[in-house]
Nanobody, 127 residues
Framework: QLQLVESGGGLVQPGDSLRLSCRASGFTLGYYAIGWFRQAPGKEREGVSC???????YYADSVKGRFTISRDNAKNTVYLQMNSPKPEDTAVYYC?????????????????????WGQGTQVTVSS
């Protein structure tokens, strides 16, 4: 059974750091593009960062230079390192596995082209 499980969320102060993990089971993560998305209260879900199976990476402008996506295929896990978070980064963060018809990781993130979702993890940035 295909499953994605996020962890690592919580309360963090502005300027601190946090690392989210997305662990996959039921499939070989290394064959697929994986993305991080977020949804703040009252807002639509948006793409944060996506990484292809062969390491191509896309970041939304709002997180570029602060967040880093990486993958450890041996652990079937994708990470999102969040440095210098801001209050506007507060949201539920979801990881997702690519849908069958993606062309680029930018497309995957911008158009939210996801076949399977995790359950999400809450990140709150506040002093």
């Amino acid at each position: 059974q295909l499953q994605l499980v996020e962890s690592g969320g919580g309360l963090v102060q502005p300027g601190d750091s946090l690392r989210l993990s997305c662990r996959a089971s039921g499939f070989t993560l290394g064959y697929y593009a994986i993305g991080w998305f977020r949804q703040a209260p009252g807002k639509e879900r948006e793409g944060v960062s996506c990484i292809s199976h062969d390491g191509n990476i896309y970041y939304a402008d709002s997180v570029k230079g602060r967040f880093t996506i990486s993958r450890d295929n041996a652990k079937n896990t994708v990470y999102l390192q969040m440095n210098s978070p801001k209050p506007e980064d507060t949201a539920v963060y979801y990881c997702g596995k690519e849908s069958w018809d993606i062309t680029t990781v930018q497309d995957m993130c911008d158009r939210i082209m996801i076949g399977s979702w995790g359950q999400g993890t809450q990140v709150t940035v506040s002093s």
